[in-house]
């Protein structure tokens, strides 16, 4: 079985963001501020950033609250911990907790949105039924999943560059997560209603469904 490939230690836990920035030829920042801008927070919404890294998402994020609403991020790298901290200090409504995101968690209706970013991909398929199963029951009733991550696509589709850049840098497990039609896995865990955008030759998606 392939493990999981979603901790970051290191190198590449102190130099997270620009990483990303860097391997999306410097895409990665202005994608991201487009898909939270189009997640419609509420001022009062609570977010459950699930695997929230170094926390630049929570922070954008919490751009589009106010004091009633508050963001809970979980991580299990005591570097992106730290990064998130700092970079969250200035939020009193942020908060982070170490936690794994593939076993039950204790939250049960609890949230409007549930968000996770380039994180779901890097773990083993039957690990995401349990994210899956998580984040249904910590969202409230109509509440939100939000999967910023790979579309479905065939590298072979896309240029030459694309198709090198993907095989060198991506993991095995994102190349059977391209494969998957996921409004139909998502349909089985509970979820419908489903919305979406796409990005960068249709590559990257915003995708969100109703619990």
Not at 10 to 35: I, T, V
Not at 141 to 150: A, K, R, T
């Amino acid at each position: 079985m392939i493990e999981s490939k979603v901790e970051v230690k290191g190198f590449e836990a102190k130099h997270y963001d620009f990483l990303l920035q860097l391997g999306s030829f410097r895409k990665y920042g202005r994608m991201l501020k487009n898909a939270i801008a189009a997640m419609n927070i509420q001022p009062d919404d609570a977010i459950l950033d699930l695997g929230c890294g170094t926390g630049k998402n929570s922070c954008l994020m919490a751009e589009f609250l106010e004091r009633r609403g508050r963001i809970l991020g979980l991580d299990i790298g005591d570097e992106m911990i730290s990064q998130f901290n700092k970079k969250c200090a200035a939020y009193p409504n942020i908060n982070v907790e170490k936690k794994r995101i593939d076993k039950p968690l204790p939250y049960q209706n609890e949230f409007e949105k549930v968000f996770l970013s380039f994180v779901f991909h890097g773990f083993p398929d039957e690990k995401r039924n349990r994210i899956l199963a998580n984040a249904r029951r910590a969202l409230k009733d109509g509440g939100q999943l939000v999967i910023f991550d790979f579309n479905e696509f065939d590298p072979d589709s896309k240029p030459f560059w694309f198709r090198i850049g993907f095989k060198k840098v991506e993991c095995p497990l994102a190349f059977e997560y391209i494969t998957m039609d996921w409004k139909s896995r998502l349909r089985e865990q509970g979820f419908d209603n489903f919305e979406e955008r796409l990005y960068f030759m249709d590559t990257i998606r915003l995708l969100i469904a109703y619990k």
